[in-house]
């Protein structure tokens, strides 16, 4: 395929493979009737943190559920490539998706409790698939189970692994959920708003735990949040989503620091703001298109303070900037000092 300068990855040319590549990925929803995410394209390396904000409905999800094969009914993969290690995802059988699922893709979701089975205890749960999936025996299961327990920081494991999920709080379930979720020692793990139901110090320590498996097993992290101050603390890149569509990508602390895209400012303008109690997106004025709407130009426009004419008449390309950064923006260069702003995230109190 010959790509242009502008739809080059912004990953291409660094060194290693990533473990995931997404390549203009569309999702349909409504029975193809509309497209909700729109040529979505991004690598994740090995050991790399990749954070995913954007406003509610911009598909942030709809990807998430493509990349371990659950999209809804009536929702499917349109185009586009999707490859984990080199096996492409979008083709998948469902019986080679029972294969991959929680072997090399974890997935960790905010409803810890509609994940396990009630009916069983946790450690049955964790136990079954590693006998399962590793062919260990019941005894190497069960040993191998309270070990992993242990390290995700449930205290007395061996009495945890009894226990059903009704007999556990919300931040053990997560525990255990993740601790299914990297049994088999996965190479991507997908977490959905994971910690978003978790009050502020279990959230903390979830997320201390994640970054530590990352380190530990090499995972690559692919972590959808609405929480600019977990994105700015976890993640090495940020993927920016508006309506469907991917409108920027670049090393957190540069986003952070100098938003590209007058969406990105917007959502970050909170943070100039002061208010650090709330440290969610900020609320921008107006609403999206709608997710099957099909606009001449940039989906942002109606609410972007920065909106020309030229902005509304043609599809505007998501493109590299050179410094391993993308931005879908036709005034990205010239908006760039005034977007820039002090790197308000180093203030964040402990
Ligand atoms: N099962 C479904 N059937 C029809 N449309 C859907 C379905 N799931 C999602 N959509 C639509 O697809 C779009 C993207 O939804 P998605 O759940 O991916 O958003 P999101 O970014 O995860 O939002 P949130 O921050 O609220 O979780 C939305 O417009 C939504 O209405
Ligand atoms: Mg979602």
């Known amino acids: 395929m010959n790509r242009s300068r502008s739809e080059q990855p912004a990953w291409a040319g660094e060194s290693g493979q990533p473990v995931l590549t997404v390549e203009g990925l569309h999702i349909t929803v409504a029975g193809g009737r509309s497209e909700a995410v729109r040529d979505v394209s991004f690598g994740v390396r090995a050991g790399e943190a990749?954070?995913?904000?954007?406003?509610?409905?911009?598909?942030?999800?709809?990807?998430?559920?493509?990349?371990?094969?659950?999209l809804p009914p009536g929702c499917a993969v349109s185009a586009g490539s999707a490859r984990l290690d080199g096996t492409e995802l979008t083709s998948l059988t469902a019986r080679a998706w029972e294969r991959l699922r929680g072997v090399q893709l974890g997935a960790v979701f905010q409803d810890p409790a509609s994940y396990l089975n009630?009916?069983?205890?946790?450690?049955?749960?964790?136990?079954?698939?590693?006998?399962?999936?590793?062919?260990?025996?019941?005894?190497?299961?069960?040993?191998?189970?309270?070990?992993?327990?242990?390290?995700?920081?449930?205290?007395?494991?061996?009495?945890?692994?009894?226990?059903?999920?009704?007999?556990?709080?919300?931040?053990?379930?997560?525990?255990?959920?993740?601790?299914v979720a990297v049994a088999c020692e996965p190479r991507l793990l997908v977490a959905d708003e994971a910690t978003t139901a978790l009050d502020t110090v279990v959230q903390a320590e979830v997320l201390?735990?994640?970054?530590?498996?990352?380190?530990?097993?090499?995972?690559a992290l692919l972590l959808v949040t609405h929480d600019l101050a977990v994105v700015a603390?976890?993640?090495?890149r940020v993927l920016v989503f508006y309506a469907g569509e991917i409108v920027e990508d670049g090393p957190t602390a540069d986003v952070v620091a100098r938003p590209a895209h007058p969406y990105t400012a917007a959502?970050?303008?909170?943070?100039?703001?002061?208010?650090?109690?709330?440290?969610?997106?900020?609320?921008?004025?107006?609403?999206?298109?709608e997710a099957g709407a099909d606009?001449?130009?940039?989906?942002?426009?109606?609410?972007?303070?920065?909106?020309?004419?030229?902005?509304?008449?043609?599809?505007?390309?998501?493109?590299?900037?050179?410094?391993g950064r993308r931005v879908r923006c036709v005034r990205a260069a010239e908006l760039a000092e005034t977007l820039a702003r002090p790197a308000a995230f180093e203030e964040v109190p402990a």
């Open 50 to 70: 990749v954070g995913v904000v954007g406003e509610s409905g911009s598909g942030k999800t709809l990807t998430c559920r493509s990349l371990l094969g659950v």
């Open 208 to 219: 201390d735990l994640l970054a530590r498996l990352r380190d530990e097993l090499g995972l």
């Open 118 to 179: 009630p009916s069983l205890t946790v450690g049955r749960q964790l136990a079954e698939p590693l006998r399962v999936r590793l062919g260990l025996s019941r005894t190497d299961a069960h040993r191998r189970a309270v070990e992993l327990f242990g390290s995700v920081g449930l205290r007395q494991p061996a009495e945890i692994y009894h226990r059903y999920p009704h007999e556990l709080s919300g931040g053990m379930l997560q525990r255990v959920l993740i601790a």
């Open 233 to 236: 603390e976890v993640t090495d």
């Open 295 to 323: 606009l001449p130009g940039c989906r942002f426009a109606d609410r972007c303070t920065f909106a020309e004419d030229r902005c509304r008449t043609a599809r505007v390309p998501l493109t590299t900037t050179g410094d």
């Open 267 to 289: 959502l970050l303008s909170v943070a100039s703001g002061g208010d650090w109690h709330r440290r969610e997106l900020a609320v921008i004025p107006g609403r999206p298109p």
